[in-house]
């Protein structure tokens, strides 16, 4: 079905962008399109979350919540709770508070979400739901509304398996490629995005939305492998003709996009409001890998599991599904690095009969680790290894707190940490590897929109409720964020002034995740079965 | 067959449960997927594993609670039968809602 109503607001995710990549591609021709466009607007440095990563960085763009609040803190939901800590992966229950997707659709609003993470189970939106990181064996059951997949189908090009994320593969990706393989790696990701294109074109033609949001994934997963390639005060030091190679298939990618950027842009119409951000920035990790855990062995807080190899590749994680018991020793660890993604040290606390240290210890050993990690120091160079420890409270105040990992680690470098085992708590890293850094980008153009505007750095939970401002909604009293009215020309903002939703908030009634949603017949089952097994006296 | 008036009686919830099944591994012959079948049985990596019982608290409005439920069991999700998984649901929806006016049935 084709109609006239054109988009007002397009939100268009660029993960991982940076100005430091960025802004070279559109000076040297690269991305013509986005630098003509983003020179008739504003632009902006946008602020990340205190650990910035994907997920809970772009819930943050998208609910106008601290991670604190709308409780994302990784790719996994950890769970402290019971005999032993476990995690599994992150999903849309995982998100306490409402989305901008839902408070417009609740607005009578029409929205469409392409490939935004933490979006499975698709929420019944007012509109068209593809949620990120789903697998392709679940794509069909992973659209709202359902009988989208069938229309996603008749796509020309279109590939369940080349849309979907393959974790494996990412995972593999992540931990460093083999030269032989990158080239295939970047192609895999500019076809994938021609996917998403193909089908945000789709809909902006066939079911146009009041609110379309896009994200563009592929920046994030070549910056990983190829930082060192794209930011220009580093490329130049690798001129073998296979780097050459590597470096013409990303800036391929990044010409690409900008024609995507180009189309979707016309396709919203100049009446159209248009923002571009990302989750996080880059930048290039050091030389060294940092192995919490083997540092947490050092302090006799950690045990590894009899037959724990040792890690000589530089790798950040397990490949495959293996969880934590393949390499933790529980019955001699009390502090530990369940994933390296979430650069998170954890407590194990010994409540409802299991091991683990008491209340009353907890302060006391959480202080020594941050001590300790604060005086960690490079043997060679003297230099600090980690420069930030943030408490839970610090990291991630509000009412989620209790879910976030009990210590978050920034290093020297922005790099993530191992979770591996190693012969040393440092070791060098085998590849030039990219990892994120808290500056992203913000940039918009459109009606009421300043132009040639350069705005002073913003946080991204200040992107919903402006994009709500832009949508000329209402603005839940809760959210953390506030319009940034800096990137409107003063005579517009002046006649369209924020408004607030009465008494309605942006969290929702319940709190998922919360042990009492058990309900009282359910916490007796399992308190029933936690003590038939041995974890309750 | 009892039928329960929201759609959660055993029947229901394996029809439900087979249904979802069926249609993730529709690609590739896995058999007939009974109540009895072992998740494990179906080939399907552990990601489509999380998300199936993603879908299915979604589905019977569960929050976290079939999570929280199959990690108390101490059982390995790709270890449970269909059936467990069914009795999980079954099992949770009865415990939130202590205060239904319907009289429930056994089958």
């Known amino acids: 079905m084709s109609c006239d109503r054109r988009a007002e607001v397009v939100l268009i995710g660029l993960d991982g962008a940076t100005f430091a990549v960025l802004d070279p591609m559109m000076r040297d021709g690269v991305m013509p399109f986005l630098r003509d466009w983003s020179a008739g607007g504003v632009r902006a440095v946008l602020g990340s979350t205190a650990h910035p990563l994907t997920p809970i960085a772009w819930t943050s763009v998208v609910t106008g919540r601290h991670p604190g609040n709308h409780g994302v803190f990784d790719f996994v939901r950890v769970t402290t709770e019971g005999s032993q800590p476990s995690y599994v992966l992150g999903t849309s229950a995982d998100v306490r508070v409402e989305t901008l997707w839902a408070i417009a659709s609740r607005h009578g609003r029409r929205v469409s979400c392409l490939n935004f993470p933490c979006m499975f189970p698709p929420p019944a939106l007012n509109g068209f739901v593809v949620p990120g990181f789903v697998p392709w064996r679940y794509l069909s059951r992973a659209v709202h509304p359902r009988d989208l997949y069938p229309r996603l189908k008749r796509l020309p090009g279109f590939d369940a398996k080349g849309l979907a994320l393959d974790w494996d593969i990412e995972r593999k990706a992540l931990q460093g490629l083999p030269e032989s393989e990158f080239e295939d790696w970047i192609r895999f990701h500019t076809d994938r995005e021609a996917q998403w294109f193909s089908i945000a074109q789709f809909l902006m033609r066939e079911e146009p939305c009041d609110l379309t949001a896009i994200l563009f994934d592929g920046v994030d997963k070549l910056q990983h492998l190829c930082y060192h390639l794209l930011d220009p005060t580093l490329a130049s030091r690798y001129t073998s003709q296979w780097a050459q190679r590597v470096r013409g298939l990303c800036l391929d990618y990044f010409r690409q996009l900008d024609r995507f950027l180009e189309a979707i842009v016309a396709a919203a119409g100049p009446g159209a409001r248009v923002f571009m951000a990302s989750d996080h920035g880059f930048r290039a990790a050091g030389e060294q890998i940092f192995y919490a855990n083997v540092w947490l062995e050092q302090q006799g807080h950690f045990g590894w599991r009899d037959g724990t190899t040792i890690d000589h590749e530089g790798r950040l994680s397990l490949d495959g599904h293996a969880g934590p018991e393949a390499f933790i020793d529980w019955s001699r660890t009390v502090a530990f690095a369940l994933t390296a993604s979430s650069n998170a040290i954890w407590i194990r606390r010994g409540r409802n009969g299991h091991d683990g240290v008491s209340d009353e210890e907890y302060p006391r050993l959480r202080q020594q680790l941050i001590d300790g990690l604060k005086m960690l120091t490079d043997p060679a160079t003297g230099e600090r290894i980690v420069e930030r420890v943030m408490t839970r409270e610090e990291a991630f105040p509000g009412a989620a707190v209790d879910a976030a990992p009990d210590l978050t680690l920034v290093l020297r470098d922005y790099s993530f940490l191992s979770v591996l085992r190693a012969d040393a708590v440092l070791r060098n890293r085998r590849l030039p590897y990219g990892t994120h850094h808290p500056d992203g980008i913000f940039m918009a153009t459109g009606p009421g929109i300043r132009q040639q505007a350069e705005l002073a750095p913003f946080s991204i939970v200040d992107i919903t409720p402006t994009l709500l401002y832009a949508l000329d909604l209402p603005l839940p009293s809760d959210l953390d964020g506030g319009v940034t009215t800096a990137a409107f020309e003063a005579s517009w903002a002046e006649a369209h002034p924020v408004r607030h939703e009465q008494g309605v908030a942006a969290a929702l009634p319940t709190e998922p995740g919360a042990a009492s949603v058990l309900g009282t017949e359910g916490e007796q089952e399992v308190l029933r079965r936690l003590k038939a097994l041995g974890y309750l006296d | ?107």
Do not use: C
Not at chain 2, 13 to 37: C, K, M, N, P
Not at chain 2, 77 to 105: I, K, N, S, T, Y
């Open chain 2, 1 to 107: 067959m009892m039928v329960h008036a929201n759609g959660d009686s055993h029947g229901e919830v394996l029809a439900h449960v087979i249904g979802i099944l069926q249609e993730i591994t529709a690609d590739w012959d896995v058999g007939e997927i009974s109540a009895d079948s072992r998740l494990a049985a179906l080939n399907l990596e552990s990601i489509n594993l999380v998300y199936f019982i993603a879908e299915l608290q979604q589905k019977y409005a569960l929050e976290q609670q079939l999570f929280n439920r199959i990690r108390a069991a101490d059982t390995p999700l790709a270890d449970l039968r269909v059936v467990d998984v069914v009795d999980f649901v079954r099992e949770m929806r009865g415990a939130r809602q202590p205060e239904r006016e319907e009289p429930r049935h056994e089958l």
